[in-house]
């Protein structure tokens, strides 16, 4: 229960055409945006994030735990719609008895053409970085889950090999 949430939600006055949640683990918002949603008679979308790619199998690495708990799984299976990450998260769910023509794949991802205006010779100059220098640029939280331990291990790698490429996290 999360008492701000509930207090806006009981005096709102704007009209909902679809709610939805993300990031299964905030399940006190998660659940409370799903019961409103109920309450209002209107569309709950879910968008779980559930980290099921992180191993061979979806749901086996440890950090899945943390987001693939039973009740977790059941307010996703139960939303009108879901929003899967990744093909694994789709797969996850169907074996869990989610219906197919109500998850829609959305991978995350950036778009390089709204991200065109920056100034790449302006960095490199104020961090001393050549114009011909190879950069590798990690953008995530620096943990062992977001990929961070691999990079390091595959820009060990590049440098033993001779590479002269920079890394940028």
Not at 51 to 74: D, K, V, W
Not at 103 to 130: C, K
Request: proline share 7%; no cysteine.
């Amino acid at each position: 229960n999360v008492p701000a949430m509930d207090r806006w939600l009981r005096n709102a006055t704007e009209q909902f055409d679809v709610v939805m949640a993300t990031t299964i683990t905030l399940e006190g918002v998660f659940k409370r945006a799903q019961l409103f949603a109920h309450e209002q008679n209107i569309p709950f979308v879910a968008y779980p994030l559930s980290h099921l790619g992180a191993a061979g199998n979806p749901g086996e690495a440890p950090i899945s735990r943390f987001y693939t708990m039973p009740h977790q799984q059941q307010m996703v299976i139960q939303a009108d719609g879901m929003i899967a990450n990744n093909p694994a998260e789709i797969e996850f769910y169907l074996m869990r008895g989610k219906d197919e023509s109500r998850i829609v794949l959305s991978p995350p991802a950036l778009d390089f053409g709204a991200l065109s205006s920056g100034d790449g010779n302006r960095w490199r100059t104020e961090h001393g970085v050549p114009a011909d220098t190879p950069l590798v640029v990690a953008i995530s939280a620096l943990t062992k889950h977001k990929g961070t331990l691999q990079t390091l291990a595959a820009m060990r790698q590049l440098w033993q090999s001779g590479s002269d490429a920079k890394l940028v996290l």
